[in-house]
């Protein structure tokens, strides 16, 4: 499956036994920091530089060469490894391990989502996604910088113009080398998709050019094209140690490029930046973040082994690492997730987390060839030749505006396009669909897809005729992101997109008669669903904190040196490939960071505070020997976005348990809830309750109580939720802390119908947005119970 740029297809690297060719140098450059990050790790403090980088694609690698051109001494973690020319898949069993999930045992290239709105790929390796991505290094249209409502409310604000970025793309270009696909050139004017495209557009009446591309299809400025032929190392050297050579015109860009053609981020600014001192750490992967006192950050990661067995990121030994200056690269779900889930460590975050997420209009299709009228090869050539460019309303069109571009796959893998032509989609392709649907069905938020991607590479054989068409442009950023269980969650739809994908589908039919080639609808679009190869949003850019989590150079306000420089920092869709805008808008962010002004901080406005919540709670039972048991408490969270966001949503406690045979009353020193935290079984939570209670005489008690939620039979959802087993045990017991002995009496206590009327009545919310805030528990809590006990279940 190909992708457009910055995009990523469902396979990659595994080196299994001894490392091909060229893999040395990249198992040294990770040794060698597995060996620091270990030393960093004993009992003395934690070791201090000042820029940290978390991750390595567009942002963190223009960052990381700037930096580190400048003086400052600067590590980079990136959580996959590195890959040398030689080193990318070309076998089904290559193929097989080339997926991201430590948990399964896998570390190779590729990570696939699956989240409630669509389907995602991104990857993991040293270079993030210029690895794999089909080397497109196109602008943002100057009228597509736009300050705009969306349906359904919310706006898409570009806090800068085309002419603030054009220096730094200037600068990036500069770097990066992109140069139109040579049409006129021999033998790339003999590429067939190349010329059906152009002349299909000619037909339908639409532009094209030539895609520039960030590949060396010559040996040098000036001289002659031509496939194989070798290329010299830059002046800063090569990271790898491997030879290079000019496109072989394989149609494997996307799964790695074995000559070294494409100009990736490793052979460019990461080797640029560590030859400058920066330390590039491969299996580095940050989890927390929190702010030290004084300045700086300090920055808790894992060392995951590459070349080792199955093991959850959760279960492996924390490390902490110090900074001056922190940059979070680490893409777009990657630095979401690291932001919100520590939500808590950095107060003050805007009610702007997790907004303005959209696909950047991706969208996958397919040609299909007849028997009197096949489609154009697609193995032959880059992945992307050429390039139909659609203008929106901002700049003379209609709708939002987007492009069209010829896609491609290796002839390897020729024997996938079978499900796709035969019998409009049959075979594995349709059971690949079917899976997803059910997946869907059964609610899955998201997921690795794995095995899925397995069953779909299928066995082996087929023939060619199949010709993807990529479509990318500005859909409407009105995603959002969050938390749940833990793990990351995003509620968007193609709905308020639609025309949008309408206008983007027509191209494509038009592109279709103009090849005289058959049009087919990516399945997964039947439940209007998508795959995106480019997620951008989640902590925008912006020019006030109530609408934004970054300043307009990517500066986190009321966080100062707390920097995001990737597509998570986009404050709606670049509408072309948005891997040159990523880096343009990360070297900018770099000159303004090197130029040592006064701290900005002063002048930013003031954080608005967080919104809290509270609601009074009464429950009423009796011990297991018969005595009342009454609890009167008071629930109170202090920011309702970190509670919604936090994995165990918890909260205060206060009041007092009464009790006559404990002594009467007994107040709640410090109280903690926690609501709808997983209980180790599929479809079930808990609400949990931990009470340090004063008995008589300064006799210390501790009440533990659990309310387990689940679909059982029968009507089952308000006994649930209103009963209360407790136990109290003498001493101080911690939350999470297992006891150790017997409970000194349990018993059961209830919500009533008429306290829950006064609970619901208590509830109150106070801050800078108490309906926003209400309105978000709301359908969080409501959202919990449908899990639980919707149809699904």
Known sequence: MPGAAGGVTPCGTYWEGRPPHGAAAAAELGGRAVGKASAASGTGPPERVGVLVVG???????????LAEAGLSVVVMERGRAYPPGSFPRTPAELGRALWDPGEGLYGLFDVWRFRGCDSLVSSGLGGGSLIYANVLLRKEAHWFVREELPGGGHESWPLTRADLDPHYDAVEAVLRPVPYPVDAEPYARTPKTLAMREAAERAGLPWSPAPLAVSFSPGPGAPPGPGLPLADAPYGNLHGVPRSTCGLTGACDFGCNNGAKNTLDHTYLSAARHHGADLRTGHQAVTVE????????????VHDLDGGAVRTADLPRRHIDCDRLVLAAGTYGTAHLLLSNRARLPGLGPALGTRFCGNGDLLTFLYGRREAPVPR???GPVI????????????GTGRGHIVQDGGYPG??????????LAGGAGRLAAFAAGLALDRALGSPDGNMSGEIAALLGPGGGFPGVLPLLGVGRDVPDGVMGLRDGRLDIRWTTATSRAYYEGVRTTMRQLAAGMGAGYLDNPIWWWRRVVTVHPVGGAPIGDRPEEAVCDPYGEVFGHPRLYVADAAALPGPVGVNPSLTIAALADRMCTRLLENRPPRRAHWPVPAPATALSFAEVMRGALADGPKLTLRLTIAVDD??????APDHRASARGEVVCEPLGGRLPVREGWFNLFVPSGLPGRRRMLYHLHLDGPQGRALTLTGRKEVGDDPGADLWADTTTLAVEIRHGRLGPGEEPVQAPLCSGVVRVGRLDFVRQLASMHATGPAP???L???GRFFAGELWDVYGPGR
């Open 775 to 777: 309105s978000r528990f």
């Open 412 to 421: 390897f893998l020729n024997w996938l396009a079978e499900g796709v032509r």
């Open 56 to 66: 390595s694609g567009f942002g963190g690698s223009v960052a990381a060469y700037r």
């Open 640 to 645: 309702v976005d970190a509670f919604v966001d």
């Open 291 to 302: 702010p030290l006192e004084g300045g700086g950050y300090r920055v808790g990661y894992v």
């Open 385 to 396: 030749t050429g390039v139909v460019g659609v203008p929106g309303a901002a700049d003379g």
């Open 771 to 773: 309906f926003t805030a």
């Open 378 to 380: 697609p193995d032959l």
